[in-house]
Protein backbone atom coordinates (compact mmCIF):
# COMPACT_ATOMS: atom_id res chain seq x y z
CA UNK A 1 0.00 0.00 0.00
CA UNK A 2 1.31 3.70 -0.71
CA UNK A 3 1.30 6.27 1.22
CA UNK A 4 -0.44 8.82 -1.65
CA UNK A 5 -2.20 7.71 -4.88
CA UNK A 6 -2.56 10.36 -6.92
CA UNK A 7 -5.21 10.60 -10.18
CA UNK A 8 -3.98 13.42 -12.75
CA UNK A 9 -0.27 13.90 -13.80
CA UNK A 10 -0.85 17.26 -14.98
CA UNK A 11 0.74 20.28 -13.39
CA UNK A 12 -1.07 19.93 -9.95
CA UNK A 13 -0.71 15.92 -9.50
CA UNK A 14 3.35 15.71 -10.70
CA UNK A 15 4.09 19.04 -8.15
CA UNK A 16 2.12 17.35 -5.23
CA UNK A 17 3.85 14.24 -6.24
CA UNK A 18 7.83 15.83 -5.92
CA UNK A 19 6.53 17.64 -2.56
CA UNK A 20 4.89 14.09 -0.97
CA UNK A 21 7.45 12.46 -2.35
CA UNK A 22 10.59 14.64 -1.05
CA UNK A 23 8.81 14.49 2.41
CA UNK A 24 9.20 10.65 2.44
CA UNK A 25 6.10 9.82 1.39
CA UNK A 26 5.64 6.56 -0.88
CA UNK A 27 3.92 8.17 -3.59
CA UNK A 28 2.46 6.70 -6.99
CA UNK A 29 0.65 8.62 -9.83
CA UNK A 30 -1.21 7.67 -12.39
CA UNK A 31 -2.85 9.18 -15.70
CA UNK A 32 -5.24 7.86 -18.82
CA UNK A 33 -2.54 9.50 -21.24
CA UNK A 34 0.35 8.14 -22.54
CA UNK A 35 2.56 10.95 -21.45
CA UNK A 36 2.90 12.72 -18.10
CA UNK A 37 1.80 16.15 -18.23
CA UNK A 38 -1.57 16.75 -18.65
CA UNK A 39 -2.71 20.44 -20.04
CA UNK A 40 0.64 21.63 -19.92
CA UNK A 41 1.36 20.04 -23.04
CA UNK A 42 -0.73 21.94 -24.95
CA UNK A 43 0.36 25.38 -24.10
CA UNK A 44 3.14 27.94 -25.41
CA UNK A 45 2.70 31.56 -25.16
CA UNK A 46 4.82 34.45 -24.18
CA UNK A 47 4.67 36.01 -20.85
CA UNK A 48 4.72 39.94 -20.37
CA UNK A 49 8.40 39.90 -19.61
CA UNK A 50 9.01 38.55 -23.25
CA UNK A 51 10.15 35.12 -22.18
CA UNK A 52 7.88 32.04 -23.85
CA UNK A 53 6.33 29.44 -21.80
CA UNK A 54 6.65 26.41 -23.43
CA UNK A 55 4.02 23.79 -21.33
CA UNK A 56 6.09 20.41 -22.78
CA UNK A 57 9.90 21.98 -21.43
CA UNK A 58 7.81 22.28 -17.98
CA UNK A 59 6.07 19.10 -17.89
CA UNK A 60 9.63 17.45 -18.86
CA UNK A 61 10.71 19.28 -16.09
CA UNK A 62 8.34 18.09 -13.22
CA UNK A 63 8.83 14.68 -14.75
CA UNK A 64 12.52 14.51 -14.48
CA UNK A 65 11.86 15.93 -10.86
CA UNK A 66 9.30 13.49 -9.81
CA UNK A 67 11.34 10.41 -11.00
CA UNK A 68 14.27 11.72 -9.06
CA UNK A 69 12.37 12.26 -6.05
CA UNK A 70 11.51 8.61 -6.13
CA UNK A 71 7.61 8.73 -7.67
CA UNK A 72 5.77 5.96 -9.70
CA UNK A 73 4.10 7.08 -12.61
CA UNK A 74 1.52 4.90 -14.54
CA UNK A 75 0.27 6.31 -17.66
CA UNK A 76 -2.43 4.69 -19.89
CA UNK A 77 -4.27 3.80 -16.56
CA UNK A 78 -7.92 4.72 -16.24
CA UNK A 79 -10.00 5.24 -13.34
CA UNK A 80 -13.31 4.10 -12.69
CA UNK A 81 -14.67 3.39 -9.45
CA UNK A 82 -12.89 4.43 -6.15
CA UNK A 83 -13.98 2.95 -2.30
CA UNK A 84 -12.95 4.26 1.09
CA UNK A 85 -11.69 1.43 3.47
CA UNK A 86 -10.84 1.65 6.81
CA UNK A 87 -6.70 1.88 6.17
CA UNK A 88 -7.40 4.13 3.41
CA UNK A 89 -8.36 3.98 -0.26
CA UNK A 90 -8.98 1.28 -3.07
CA UNK A 91 -9.02 3.05 -6.61
CA UNK A 92 -9.90 0.52 -9.71
CA UNK A 93 -7.85 1.01 -12.60
CA UNK A 94 -8.22 -0.50 -16.19
CA UNK A 95 -4.21 -1.51 -14.95
CA UNK A 96 -5.92 -3.94 -11.83
CA UNK A 97 -6.88 -2.04 -8.18
CA UNK A 98 -4.39 0.14 -6.05
CA UNK A 99 -4.51 1.24 -2.31
CA UNK A 100 -3.15 4.28 -0.85
CA UNK A 101 -3.31 5.65 2.81
CA UNK A 102 -4.46 9.36 1.40
CA UNK A 103 -6.04 10.11 -2.46
CA UNK A 104 -5.37 13.16 -4.23
CA UNK A 105 -7.52 14.20 -7.23
CA UNK A 106 -6.30 16.06 -9.85
CA UNK A 107 -8.06 15.41 -12.57
CA UNK A 108 -7.93 18.92 -14.46
CA UNK A 109 -10.85 20.08 -16.32
CA UNK A 110 -12.47 19.96 -19.87
CA UNK A 111 -13.92 21.58 -22.51
CA UNK A 112 -17.75 22.47 -22.76
CA UNK A 113 -19.32 21.64 -25.94
CA UNK A 114 -21.52 24.11 -27.44
CA UNK A 115 -24.00 22.09 -30.45
CA UNK A 116 -24.22 23.86 -33.61
CA UNK A 117 -25.46 22.83 -37.13
CA UNK A 118 -23.18 20.45 -38.75
CA UNK A 119 -20.81 20.57 -35.96
CA UNK A 120 -20.38 16.40 -36.61
CA UNK A 121 -18.76 16.86 -39.69
CA UNK A 122 -15.22 16.64 -40.26
CA UNK A 123 -12.87 19.56 -39.91
CA UNK A 124 -15.06 20.44 -36.92
CA UNK A 125 -12.61 20.42 -33.84
CA UNK A 126 -13.18 21.36 -30.21
CA UNK A 127 -10.57 24.49 -29.44
CA UNK A 128 -8.45 22.56 -27.08
CA UNK A 129 -8.22 19.75 -29.71
CA UNK A 130 -6.50 22.26 -32.32
CA UNK A 131 -4.33 23.40 -29.77
CA UNK A 132 -2.94 19.92 -28.96
CA UNK A 133 -2.59 19.02 -32.61
CA UNK A 134 -0.54 22.14 -33.01
CA UNK A 135 1.66 22.30 -30.05
CA UNK A 136 1.96 19.24 -28.77
CA UNK A 137 1.74 16.95 -32.20
CA UNK A 138 3.12 19.20 -34.52
CA UNK A 139 0.26 18.72 -37.14
CA UNK A 140 -0.80 21.63 -39.03
CA UNK A 141 -4.97 21.66 -37.92
CA UNK A 142 -5.67 23.37 -41.23
CA UNK A 143 -4.75 26.23 -43.94
CA UNK A 144 -7.47 28.53 -42.78
CA UNK A 145 -10.30 28.63 -39.20
CA UNK A 146 -13.06 30.23 -37.84
CA UNK A 147 -13.16 29.83 -34.18
CA UNK A 148 -17.00 30.04 -32.82
CA UNK A 149 -16.87 31.03 -28.77
CA UNK A 150 -15.48 34.64 -27.64
CA UNK A 151 -13.45 34.42 -24.61
CA UNK A 152 -10.15 34.14 -22.83
CA UNK A 153 -9.95 30.64 -23.57
CA UNK A 154 -10.33 31.06 -27.50
CA UNK A 155 -8.40 34.10 -27.70
CA UNK A 156 -5.33 32.58 -26.29
CA UNK A 157 -5.62 29.48 -28.74
CA UNK A 158 -6.29 31.61 -31.49
CA UNK A 159 -2.81 33.07 -31.36
CA UNK A 160 -1.04 29.49 -31.05
CA UNK A 161 -3.02 28.71 -33.36
CA UNK A 162 -1.74 31.99 -35.98
CA UNK A 163 2.04 31.23 -35.14
CA UNK A 164 1.46 27.74 -36.35
CA UNK A 165 0.47 29.23 -39.84
CA UNK A 166 -3.40 29.01 -40.06
CA UNK A 167 -4.88 31.37 -40.91
CA UNK A 168 -7.71 32.64 -38.00
CA UNK A 169 -10.28 34.55 -39.92
CA UNK A 170 -12.59 35.35 -37.28
CA UNK A 171 -13.37 34.79 -32.99
CA UNK A 172 -17.49 34.59 -33.45
CA UNK A 173 -20.22 33.97 -30.99
CA UNK A 174 -23.01 30.91 -31.74
CA UNK A 175 -26.32 31.99 -31.87
CA UNK A 176 -28.39 32.33 -28.89
CA UNK A 177 -30.14 29.46 -27.63
CA UNK A 178 -31.02 27.80 -24.22
CA UNK A 179 -27.37 25.64 -25.11
CA UNK A 180 -25.30 28.49 -25.88
CA UNK A 181 -26.89 30.49 -23.14
CA UNK A 182 -24.86 33.60 -22.08
CA UNK A 183 -22.10 32.98 -24.54
CA UNK A 184 -24.31 33.92 -27.40
CA UNK A 185 -25.22 37.07 -25.70
CA UNK A 186 -22.83 39.96 -26.46
CA UNK A 187 -23.69 42.40 -23.46
CA UNK A 188 -22.84 39.48 -21.21
CA UNK A 189 -19.37 38.75 -23.11
CA UNK A 190 -18.32 42.30 -23.10
CA UNK A 191 -19.23 42.61 -19.51
CA UNK A 192 -16.88 39.72 -18.63
CA UNK A 193 -14.34 40.87 -21.00
CA UNK A 194 -14.31 44.52 -19.48
CA UNK A 195 -13.16 42.65 -15.91
CA UNK A 196 -10.34 41.27 -17.51
CA UNK A 197 -8.85 43.59 -20.28
CA UNK A 198 -6.74 44.75 -17.70
CA UNK A 199 -4.58 41.72 -18.96
CA UNK A 200 -5.35 42.52 -23.23
CA UNK A 201 -2.44 42.82 -25.85
CA UNK A 202 -4.56 45.72 -27.25
CA UNK A 203 -4.50 49.28 -26.49
CA UNK A 204 -8.26 49.34 -27.66
CA UNK A 205 -9.40 46.44 -25.64
CA UNK A 206 -7.42 48.15 -22.89
CA UNK A 207 -9.88 51.25 -22.86
CA UNK A 208 -13.28 49.38 -23.35
CA UNK A 209 -11.70 47.48 -19.84
CA UNK A 210 -12.03 51.41 -18.73
CA UNK A 211 -15.02 52.40 -20.18
CA UNK A 212 -16.97 49.14 -19.28
CA UNK A 213 -16.54 50.03 -15.12
CA UNK A 214 -18.06 53.17 -16.34
CA UNK A 215 -20.84 52.68 -18.46
CA UNK A 216 -23.57 49.83 -18.33
CA UNK A 217 -22.99 46.69 -20.45
CA UNK A 218 -25.27 47.00 -23.07
CA UNK A 219 -24.23 50.49 -24.17
CA UNK A 220 -20.47 49.22 -24.52
CA UNK A 221 -22.25 46.28 -26.16
CA UNK A 222 -24.10 48.91 -28.95
CA UNK A 223 -20.61 50.97 -29.26
CA UNK A 224 -19.23 47.60 -29.84
CA UNK A 225 -17.44 47.82 -33.57
CA UNK A 226 -19.43 45.10 -35.54
CA UNK A 227 -16.47 44.60 -37.93
CA UNK A 228 -14.79 43.90 -34.33
CA UNK A 229 -11.70 44.47 -32.59
CA UNK A 230 -8.24 42.42 -33.80
CA UNK A 231 -6.06 40.90 -31.54
CA UNK A 232 -2.98 39.31 -32.63
CA UNK A 233 -4.43 40.74 -35.99
CA UNK A 234 -7.25 38.59 -35.15
CA UNK A 235 -10.91 40.00 -35.49
CA UNK A 236 -12.68 39.41 -32.33
CA UNK A 237 -16.74 39.56 -33.60
CA UNK A 238 -18.97 39.02 -30.87
CA UNK A 239 -22.12 40.71 -32.39
CA UNK A 240 -21.53 37.81 -35.41
CA UNK A 241 -23.32 34.37 -34.63
CA UNK A 242 -22.99 31.87 -35.98
CA UNK A 243 -25.84 29.84 -37.72
CA UNK A 244 -24.45 26.65 -38.99
CA UNK A 245 -21.27 25.20 -40.34
CA UNK A 246 -21.27 24.46 -43.50
CA UNK A 247 -19.73 21.15 -45.75
CA UNK A 248 -20.62 17.76 -46.97
CA UNK A 249 -18.00 15.51 -46.36
CA UNK A 250 -15.92 18.30 -44.98
CA UNK A 251 -16.40 21.51 -43.56
CA UNK A 252 -16.21 24.62 -46.09
CA UNK A 253 -17.19 27.52 -43.80
CA UNK A 254 -19.39 29.07 -41.89
CA UNK A 255 -22.87 30.66 -42.63
CA UNK A 256 -23.05 33.43 -40.05
CA UNK A 257 -25.03 36.55 -39.22
CA UNK A 258 -25.18 40.02 -37.29
CA UNK A 259 -26.99 40.08 -34.10
CA UNK A 260 -27.89 43.09 -31.76
CA UNK A 261 -26.08 43.71 -28.14
CA UNK A 262 -29.01 41.10 -26.59
CA UNK A 263 -28.49 38.54 -29.47
CA UNK A 264 -31.31 38.82 -31.52
CA UNK A 265 -30.73 37.83 -35.44
CA UNK A 266 -30.51 40.97 -37.57
CA UNK A 267 -32.51 39.74 -40.83
CA UNK A 268 -30.51 40.48 -44.03
CA UNK A 269 -26.76 39.98 -42.59
CA UNK A 270 -26.25 36.29 -43.00
CA UNK A 271 -22.83 35.66 -45.25
CA UNK A 272 -20.82 33.10 -45.44
CA UNK A 273 -17.03 32.62 -44.65
CA UNK A 274 -14.95 30.17 -46.11
CA UNK A 275 -12.42 27.71 -44.18
CA UNK A 276 -11.46 23.93 -43.84
CA UNK A 277 -11.63 24.26 -40.17
CA UNK A 278 -14.05 25.37 -37.38
CA UNK A 279 -12.57 25.41 -33.49
CA UNK A 280 -15.70 25.04 -30.81
CA UNK A 281 -14.68 27.11 -27.99
CA UNK A 282 -17.07 26.85 -24.97
CA UNK A 283 -15.01 27.41 -21.92
CA UNK A 284 -13.90 24.76 -19.52
CA UNK A 285 -15.44 22.95 -16.38
CA UNK A 286 -13.83 21.03 -13.65
CA UNK A 287 -13.82 17.23 -13.91
CA UNK A 288 -14.83 16.06 -10.63
CA UNK A 289 -16.82 12.78 -11.77
CA UNK A 290 -14.31 11.01 -9.36
CA UNK A 291 -15.00 13.20 -6.32
CA UNK A 292 -18.42 12.54 -6.66
CA UNK A 293 -18.22 9.05 -6.96
CA UNK A 294 -16.74 8.91 -3.47
CA UNK A 295 -19.46 11.37 -2.05
CA UNK A 296 -17.74 14.33 -1.37
CA UNK A 297 -19.62 17.65 -0.90
CA UNK A 298 -20.27 20.21 -4.06
CA UNK A 299 -20.70 23.63 -4.39
CA UNK A 300 -21.99 25.30 -7.85
CA UNK A 301 -19.77 28.24 -8.40
CA UNK A 302 -20.07 29.98 -11.82
CA UNK A 303 -16.52 31.85 -11.41
CA UNK A 304 -14.47 28.48 -11.03
CA UNK A 305 -16.27 26.78 -13.85
CA UNK A 306 -19.15 25.01 -12.68
CA UNK A 307 -19.42 22.47 -9.57
CA UNK A 308 -16.53 22.12 -7.28
CA UNK A 309 -15.70 19.79 -4.72
CA UNK A 310 -15.92 21.61 -1.38
CA UNK A 311 -12.45 22.56 0.07
CA UNK A 312 -10.22 24.29 2.22
CA UNK A 313 -7.31 26.38 1.52
CA UNK A 314 -5.07 23.00 1.80
CA UNK A 315 -6.77 21.44 -0.29
CA UNK A 316 -8.50 19.07 2.10
CA UNK A 317 -11.88 17.81 0.89
CA UNK A 318 -15.45 17.10 3.34
CA UNK A 319 -14.27 13.23 3.39
CA UNK A 320 -10.94 12.59 5.25
CA UNK A 321 -7.86 12.16 3.41
CA UNK A 322 -9.24 13.45 0.17
CA UNK A 323 -7.84 15.81 -1.37
CA UNK A 324 -8.27 17.85 -4.61
CA UNK A 325 -5.58 20.25 -6.21
CA UNK A 326 -5.69 22.47 -9.77
CA UNK A 327 -8.28 22.29 -12.10
CA UNK A 328 -10.89 19.98 -10.47
CA UNK A 329 -10.57 22.89 -7.28
CA UNK A 330 -11.95 25.92 -10.55
CA UNK A 331 -10.69 26.79 -13.86
CA UNK A 332 -7.27 28.98 -13.70
CA UNK A 333 -3.92 28.69 -15.04
CA UNK A 334 -1.38 26.19 -14.67
CA UNK A 335 0.93 28.01 -12.79
CA UNK A 336 -1.87 28.22 -10.23
CA UNK A 337 -2.58 24.45 -10.37
CA UNK A 338 1.08 23.90 -10.04
CA UNK A 339 1.10 26.10 -6.63
CA UNK A 340 -1.62 24.15 -5.38
CA UNK A 341 -0.03 21.15 -5.91
CA UNK A 342 2.72 22.14 -3.63
CA UNK A 343 0.41 23.08 -0.82
CA UNK A 344 -1.70 19.65 -1.50
CA UNK A 345 2.02 17.60 -1.46
CA UNK A 346 3.14 19.01 2.16
CA UNK A 347 -0.57 19.03 3.44
CA UNK A 348 -0.84 15.08 3.17
CA UNK A 349 2.59 14.80 4.32
CA UNK A 350 2.40 16.65 7.23
CA UNK A 351 -1.33 14.58 7.85
CA UNK A 352 0.41 11.19 7.00
CA UNK A 353 3.34 11.59 8.69
CA UNK A 354 1.97 13.40 11.82
CA UNK A 355 4.36 16.32 11.81
CA UNK A 356 1.66 19.19 11.16
CA UNK A 357 3.87 21.73 13.39
CA UNK A 358 6.89 20.68 11.50
CA UNK A 359 5.42 21.47 8.19
CA UNK A 360 3.34 23.94 9.23
CA UNK A 361 5.43 26.99 8.14
CA UNK A 362 5.98 25.70 4.65
CA UNK A 363 2.46 24.85 4.08
CA UNK A 364 1.64 28.46 4.77
CA UNK A 365 4.16 29.72 2.32
CA UNK A 366 3.05 27.20 -0.22
CA UNK A 367 -0.18 28.70 0.45
CA UNK A 368 0.72 32.67 0.17
CA UNK A 369 2.48 31.14 -3.38
CA UNK A 370 -0.68 30.39 -4.49
CA UNK A 371 -2.39 33.47 -3.85
CA UNK A 372 0.22 35.42 -5.53
CA UNK A 373 0.83 33.38 -8.16
CA UNK A 374 -3.12 34.41 -8.86
CA UNK A 375 -2.95 37.71 -8.62
CA UNK A 376 -0.39 38.04 -11.31
CA UNK A 377 -1.62 35.27 -13.83
CA UNK A 378 -1.61 36.04 -17.47
CA UNK A 379 -4.76 34.54 -18.01
CA UNK A 380 -7.82 34.61 -15.40
CA UNK A 381 -10.93 32.47 -17.04
CA UNK A 382 -13.24 34.26 -15.29
CA UNK A 383 -13.04 37.79 -12.95
CA UNK A 384 -13.94 37.33 -8.93
CA UNK A 385 -12.13 34.05 -8.48
CA UNK A 386 -10.36 35.48 -5.50
CA UNK A 387 -13.38 36.48 -4.03
CA UNK A 388 -15.31 33.03 -4.82
CA UNK A 389 -12.40 30.89 -3.55
CA UNK A 390 -12.60 32.65 -0.08
CA UNK A 391 -16.42 31.88 -0.11
CA UNK A 392 -16.27 28.26 -1.12
CA UNK A 393 -12.98 28.04 2.00
CA UNK A 394 -15.23 29.51 4.44
CA UNK A 395 -18.02 26.81 3.16
CA UNK A 396 -15.67 24.20 4.09
CA UNK A 397 -14.87 25.69 7.68
CA UNK A 398 -18.61 25.22 8.12
CA UNK A 399 -19.25 21.45 7.25
Not at 111 to 135: D, F, H, K, R, Y
Not at 144 to 166: D, K, Q, T
Not at 253 to 275: D, H, M, N, Q, S
Request: charged letters at 20%.
Amino acid sequence: MRDLLIVGAGPAGLSAAIEAAEQGLHVRVVDEFPRVGGRLLGQLHQEPEGEWWNGISESEKLHFRALTAGVDIQCETSVFDIEQREAGWRVHTSNGNLESKALLLSTGASEIPIPIPGWTLPGVLSIGAAQVMGNVYRVKPGQSCVIIGANVLSMAIANELRLCGVDVKEIIIPELSLVSNKAGEPTSILKSFTKLTHLAPNVLLRQLGKAGKLLPPSLVAKCYPASGIKVFGIPIKVKTAALEILGDKQVTGVRTTKVTALGALIPGTEKIVEADVVCIAGGLTPMAELAAVVGCSFQYVPELGGHIPVHSEKMQTSIPRLYVAGNITGVESAKVAMAQGKVAGLTIAAEISNRDGELDTLIHQAIDLVRKTRAEALIQFQPNIPKAREQLYKLYNKS
